[in-house]
T-cell receptor
Framework: DAKTTQPTSMDCAEGRAANLPCNHS???????VYWYRQIHSQGPQYIIH???NNETNEMASLIITEDRKSSTLILPHATLRDTAVYYC????????????FGKGTLLTVNP | KAGVTQTPRYLIKTRGQQVTLSCSPI?????VSWYQQTPGQGLQFLFE???????NKGNFPGRFSGRQFSNSRSEMNVSTLELGDSALYLC??????????????FGPGTRLTVL
């Protein structure tokens, strides 16, 4: 699976959009981009995933660049409860996949 | 719908002992994956079971083993515990094999401390 690079930490004001970047320059054509988050002392929570098109669900939007070498997770109206570590993961499917989490980005939403 | 449950939530053992952790997936989910999370190594994949068969395995020694029952509940066993096994052990379930591009639902984890 391709490696990802994320900033160690970011701050965001409550009510504003949080834009979390992820670099995955070695991604291959059939690897998906996944985002999970982990609130302190809880298990990771799935947010969204995509291959090449932008995706949106009730939690967030995922913007993938045309060359697929980077992506941005957007939380449109961040709340204090969105404070968490956000993991960007690039992975293959199939029976030999390995879901590998990096260090992630600690997003702190400030009042 | 109840989420993924893990028991026990906290456990303290001593070196050399063995431990068994349990995971009950979301009803109807047949895939259970196990992960180890430590501050130094982050979250690492241990293994995945689907319909009672191990489908995939991470790079952990043979002291780490698991199994899945016909009701999809899974257990993970660690024998001859070492201090470095102290970690948060997470399980995740999904309706299809984890290698399919679907989402995994994580439990709250079992915090294992080895003294």
């Amino acid at each position: 699976d391709a490696k990802t690079t994320q900033p160690t930490s970011m701050d965001c004001a409550e009510g504003r959009a949080a834009n979390l970047p992820c670099n995955h320059s070695t991604i291959s054509g059939n690897e998906y981009v996944y985002w999970y988050r982990q609130i302190h002392s809880q298990g990771p929570q799935y947010i969204i995933h995509g291959l090449k098109n932008n995706e949106t669900n009730e939690m967030a939007s995922l913007i993938i660049t045309e060359d697929r070498k980077s992506s941005t997770l957007i939380l449109p109206h961040a709340t204090l409860r969105d404070t968490a570590v956000y993991y960007c993961i690039v992975r293959l499917g199939g029976s030999n996949y390995k879901l590998t989490f990096g260090k992630g980005t600690l997003l702190t939403v400030n009042p | 719908k109840a989420g993924v449950t893990q028991t026990p939530r906290y456990l303290i053992k001593t070196r050399g002992q063995q431990v068994t952790l349990s995971c009950s997936p979301i009803s109807g989910h047949r895939s259970v994956s196990w992960y180890q999370q430590t501050p130094g190594q982050g979250l690492q994949f241990l293994f995945e079971y689907f319909s009672e068969t191990q489908r995939n395995k991470g790079n952990f020694p043979g002291r780490f083993s698991g199994r899945q029952f016909s009701n999809s509940r899974s257990e993970m066993n660690v024998s001859t515990l070492e201090l470095g096994d102290s970690a948060l052990y997470l399980c995740a379930s999904s309706s299809r094999p984890a290698g399919d591009y679907n989402e995994q639902f994580f439990g709250p984890g079992t915090r294992l401390t080895v003294l």
